[in-house]
T-cell receptor, first 115, second 113 residues
Framework: ETGVTQTPRHLVMGMTNKKSLKCEQHLGHNAMYWYKQSAKKPLELMFVYNFKEQTENNSVPSRFSPECPNSSHLFLHLHTLQPEDSALYLC??????????????FGPGTRLTVT | GQQLNQSPQSMFIQEGEDVSMNCTSSSIFNTWLWYKQDPGEGPVLLIALYKAGELTSNGRLTAQFGITRKDSFLNISASIPSDVGIYFCAGQTWNSGNTPLVFGKGTRLSVIA
């Protein structure tokens, strides 16, 4: 595997379910990101991790819970979501936030539908 | 917060035509990035710009970092059907460490064969 991978690619869940999104990067990067992409809106940054430490939580509701066990893996745990949470969830990685290259590389995304 | 104004929002062009799109900001950026997103996929990095005035090419794509550091332009020459997609600009500033990227809303490009 190369680049940034995300699983699952598609997910349909009810409002009472608990599910997790997984992201893995094979680029040797130390910063990882979760974004939400809704129709006709700019990409919304949700969380940022740098060297496994969370550095940014962009006022995201607590029903979204990130986890970064190491620099290569990032999870987004979902519980009691709302229909308006339906969107494409994108993971990205970059070298790091300490002055390293800022280019972010994205995974293919998870298309989430909350019913 | 910082915002990027990207224009046009959408374009319909004939195959073979050249395309121009731009991004403007009220703030100064240190870096400009241009991405393309195909339907159902994540954005793919096309070009990264690091210096004011810089002009960089990637095949038929050319991007420029505006002299004022508040804008950037992307040109596509001789468009082909696979150029269809959404093009995003993103800007970044340095503030004792890399700050998160700010993204534009995208330009949706349609190419008519």
């Amino acid at each position: 595997e190369t680049g940034v991978t995300q699983t699952p690619r598609h997910l349909v869940m009810g409002m009472t379910n608990k599910k997790s999104l997984k992201c893995e990067q094979h680029l040797g990067h130390n910063a990882m990101y979760w974004y939400k992409q809704s129709a006709k809106k700019p990409l919304e940054l949700m969380f940022v991790y740098n060297f496994k430490e969370q550095t940014e939580n962009n006022s995201v509701p607590s029903r979204f819970s990130p986890e970064c066990p190491n620099s290569s893996h990032l999870f987004l745990h979902l519980h009691t979501l709302q229909p308006e949470d339906s969107a494409l969830y994108l993971c990205a990685s970059s070298q790091d936030l300490r002055g390293g290259a800022v280019e972010q590389y994205f995974g293919p995304g998870t298309r989430l539908t909350v019913t | 917060g910082q915002q990027l104004n990207q224009s046009p929002q959408s374009m319909f062009i004939q195959e073979g035509e050249d395309v121009s799109m731009n991004c403007t900001s009220s703030s100064i950026f240190n870096t400009w990035l241009w991405y393309k997103q195909d339907p159902g996929e994540g954005p793919v990095l096309l070009i990264a710009l690091y210096k004011a005035g810089e002009l960089t090419s990637n095949g038929r794509l050319t991007a420029q970092f505006g002299i004022t550091r508040k804008d950037s332009f992307l040109n596509i020459s001789a468009s082909i059907p696979s150029d269809v997609g959404i093009y995003f600009c993103a800007g970044q500033t340095w503030n004792s460490g890399n700050t998160p990227l700010v993204f534009g809303k995208g330009t949706r490009l349609s190419v008519i064969a």
